[in-house]
């Protein structure tokens, strides 16, 4: 009965979980019975390849107030999870080197430049201010939830006729564009937080499933020499 309503939800992320956490529940409570069985095995889904161009970037910047401006930055300029962007207070901020530190959701210890534009926000906070305060409450003028960030987003998006965007998509956009400029997983890695090489190919799994021809040449000629 519970594995055929799992296996009515909407999204194939949704079921994966779902089942995945049924199959660990069940081997908990009875190791040694075959109940794990009877889960139905459900592949794991394609990571979500939505990406947000620079144009709807800097609409979005263009349009939206200042602690939408900083929320904006630090999803997508330093490719940061909405929570943690939700979270981040001046006691995370050194302003003499202009980097962040903070804590991922993995718990890694991270250090991260900050862009211009994020100093500048920044900078409109009073250095008499809370520290422990998030930037974007400080600079909103009151609590804000980080739910309540992204809905904000989500009207944004909706005034400027951008659809089916979100914070994440930010993030993963910066990520693509690191790796189309370094080519190089492990500065992906960094940037994203992963303390896992295999989150970081599957985030971009949907980005690098081509081979150019040009590689498959390069790579036989340098098979023949290395035979010759």
Request: proline share 5%; glycine share 6%; aromatic share 6%.
């Amino acid at each position: 009965m519970a594995t055929s309503l799992l296996a009515k939800r909407e999204t194939a992320a949704a079921k994966y979980s779902a089942m995945g956490a049924l199959r660990s529940l069940l081997r908990l409570m009875r190791p040694n019975t075959r109940l794990t069985e009877a889960v139905p095995v459900v592949a794991k889904p394609r990571p979500r390849n939505v990406l947000i161009s620079d144009e709807e970037r800097q609409a979005m910047l263009l349009t939206a107030a200042p602690f939408l401006q900083c929320f904006i930055l630090l999803c997508g300029d330093l490719a940061l999870r909405s929570g943690t962007a939700a979270r981040i207070a001046p006691e995370h901020y050194d302003p003499i080197s202009q980097e962040l530190r903070y804590v991922t959701k993995g718990g890694r210890t991270m250090h991260m430049p900050v862009t211009r534009q994020l100093v500048r926000l920044f900078e409109l906070v009073p250095a008499d201010a809370d520290r422990t305060r998030p930037y974007v409450q400080h600079l909103y003028g009151r609590s804000i939830t980080q739910h309540a960030l992204i809905r904000q987003f989500a009207r944004l998006c909706g005034r400027l006729g951008i659809r089916g965007k979100t914070p994440h998509d930010l993030r993963r956009s910066t990520a693509v564009k690191v790796m189309d400029i370094t080519k190089d997983l492990r500065v992906v890695q960094h940037l994203l937080g992963h303390t896992s090489l295999d989150s970081t190919l599957y985030y971009l799994d949907h980005d690098y499933g081509h081979v150019d021809r040009e590689l498959i040449e390069e790579a036989a000629k340098g098979r023949k020499a290395h035979q010759a």
